[in-house]
């Protein structure tokens, strides 16, 4: 379950420093991992996974994410369940208003969506697949930040409808600049 922070419009400028609970999250995967590296022949015999694999895994499984949300979006529940099913650990700040938020990550006006999210110093906008923001975090651009536009059908949090619409993940500059960064169909 996500932790759920209430904050105020005027505390929901994000601090672009780790948080302690982030650090926490890090600092356990890396004891995990350090523990898991000469176990890597038990793993392998027992598992039929090679202990790198196990540790890709174990890694994905603490990569924590802030969302940002208003309390009364329903859409935002969908995909942070399936964040969390991914092997994401959101973390859930309910706030009034997300404009100046929005503002502060430098997220274009032709990308805003419904719900914000930071990791690892990155901008994610609305409802943008788990592979995207692994494709963004393990190839760093220099971007602000990704996102979807709008409510795509078929997206992630966006599903159950019965249709699956194609959609973009827009990377984008904080001079408002947009690139297509991943096509979904």
């Known amino acids: ?3 759920l922070t209430l904050t105020s419009p005027l505390a929901a400028l994000v601090e672009e420093r780790m948080t302690r609970r982030e650090w926490l999250a890090h600092a356990a995967t890396v004891t995990l991992l350090t523990a898991l590296a000469p176990l890597s022949h038990t793993a392998s015999a027992l598992s039929g996974a090679t202990a790198p694999a196990a540790a890709r895994a174990a890694a994905k499984a603490a990569t924590p994410i802030r969302i940002y949300k208003t309390p009364t979006c329903g859409c935002c529940k969908g ?3 399936y964040l969390e099913q991914q092997g994401f650990q959101p973390q859930v700040e309910i706030v009034a208003n997300l404009d100046d938020l929005k503002k502060r990550l430098g997220i274009p006006g032709s990308v805003v969506s419904c ?3 930071t990791i690892e110093g990155y901008a994610v906008e609305g409802h943008v697949p788990a ?3 692994r ?3 393990r190839e760093r651009p220099r971007v602000a930040g990704i996102g979807v ?3 795509p059908l078929g997206s992630p949090g966006m599903e159950g409808l019965g249709r699956k619409d194609p959609f973009d993940v827009l990377a984008f500059d904080r ?3 947009t690139r297509v960064f991943l096509h979904f169909a």
């Open 175 to 177: 001079k408002g600049a």
């Open 79 to 81: 995909w942070i369940t």
């Open 1 to 3: 379950m996500p932790n």
């Open 115 to 117: 719900h914000t999210a």
């Open 131 to 133: 592979a995207a923001i």
């Open 135 to 137: 494709k963004l975090l």
């Open 149 to 151: 536009t709008g409510m």
